[in-house]
C-alpha cells in the first residue's frame, strides 16, 4: 500500500524565527492528522537545523528544496545531499517548476541530484507537470511523460522505490487556478502507467502528490482520486491551521 502524503513547500518565505513558528504550529496541530498521513514540511535551507530540532522525536518529517548535483568543492552558494543528511532531512523535493523556469534546471541535472540524493539516503519529492501553453495545446500528457522518463527511467527499482512524485501544473501553482479533480487524476493515472511500463508493480506503491492551489476547500476532492495519494503544498503550507486542514481532508 502506498502512503498517504502531505508536504509543504515553503518556498523563499518566512525568516528563521517565522519559520520555527511555523514548524512548531505544526508539530502541535500533527495529532489532528490520522497516522496514516505523513505530514513533511520544506523550509528554506538556512531554517533547516533549527527546525529540525523542533520536528524531531515528532511525527513531522523535514524536506530540503533542492540539493546540488555535485558531491563537495568548489560549488560556491550550493548546497549537497550530505550537508541535508547533517542536518537531519529526509526528503529533499527537486525539479520544482520554479528551479527548471528561473535556474535552467534541465533533465541531465535532475538526473544527478535525484541519484546522489538517494544515495546519501534522501527520498527525493521529485516534480513534474506542463505549462498552460502546453496544456492548451494538448501535449501535457506527452510533456509530463517525458519528464518522468527522462530522468526517473534512469533509476534501477531499488532507486524507483525512494522516490515520491509531485504532479504541479505550472498554470496552477500559485495562481488560485486548481486542476480539477477529473484533470489531475487523468494525469496521476497517466503518471502511474508510464512508471508501470518500467518497472512493473511497483508503481501501485509510488506515491504521487498532487501541487497547485491546494487548500482545504478542494483538498477532499482531489485526495479521493484513486491515483491522487496526497498534495503538495504552497502558498497554503504557511498556515499551520490550513495546512493541517488539508492533511485531514483525507
Ligand atoms: P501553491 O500551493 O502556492 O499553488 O504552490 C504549489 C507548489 O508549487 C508546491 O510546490
Known amino acids: 500500500m502506498r502512503k498517504h502524503i502531505v508536504a509543504g513547500n515553503w518556498k523563499m518565505n518566512t525568516t528563521v524565527a517565522d519559520g520555527v513558528n511555523l514548524a512548531k504550529e505544526v508539530v ?53 545531499v550530505d550537508m541535508l543528511v547533517s542536518a537531519s532531512c529526509e526528503y529533499t523535493i527537486l525539479g520544482h517548476s520554479e528551479r527548471r523556469q528561473y535556474y535552467g534546471e534541465t533533465d541531465a541535472k535532475l538526473v544527478e541530484k535525484v541519484k546522489l540524493a538517494i544515495a546519501a539516503g534522501l527520498s527525493p519529492i521529485f516534480c513534474v507537470g506542463e505549462n498552460l501553453e502546453e496544456r492548451e495545446a494538448g501535449r501535457h500528457f506527452d510533456v509530463v511523460a517525458e519528464q518522468v522518463k527522462n530522468v526517473l527511467y534512469t533509476l534501477s527499482a531499488e532507486e524507483m522505490a525512494k522516490v515520491i512524485v509531485a504532479y504541479e501544473p505550472v498554470w496552477a501553482i500559485g495562481t488560485g487556478k486548481t486542476a480539477t479533480a477529473e484533470q489531475a487524476q487523468e494525469i496521476h493515472a497517466c503518471i502511474r502507467k508510464v512508471l508501470a511500463d518500467k518497472f512493473g508493480a511497483l508503481a501501485d506503491d509510488i506515491t504521487i502528490l498532487y501541487g ?30 490550513d495546512f493541517i486542514a488539508i492533511a485531514k481532508s483525507f
Open 28 to 80: 502541535a496541530a500533527a495529532s489532528e492528522v490520522p497516522s496514516s498521513v505523513k505530514l513533511i514540511i520544506a523550509p528554506p535551507f538556512t531554517h533547516l537545523v533549527p527546525v529540525a530540532e523542533v520536528v524531531k522525536g515528532s511525527v513531522v518529517g523535514l524536506s530540503a528544496q533542492n540539493c546540488a548535483d555535485k558531491v563537495s568543492g568548489a560549488y560556491t552558494g550550493e548546497v549537497s
Open 212 to 241: 497547485g492551489s491546494c487548500k482545504p476547500s478542494n483538498a477532499k476532492e482531489l485526495f479521493a482520486c484513486p491515483d491522487i495519494d496526497g498534495g503538495l503544498i504552497g502558498g497554503a503550507a504557511l498556515k499551520a491551521s
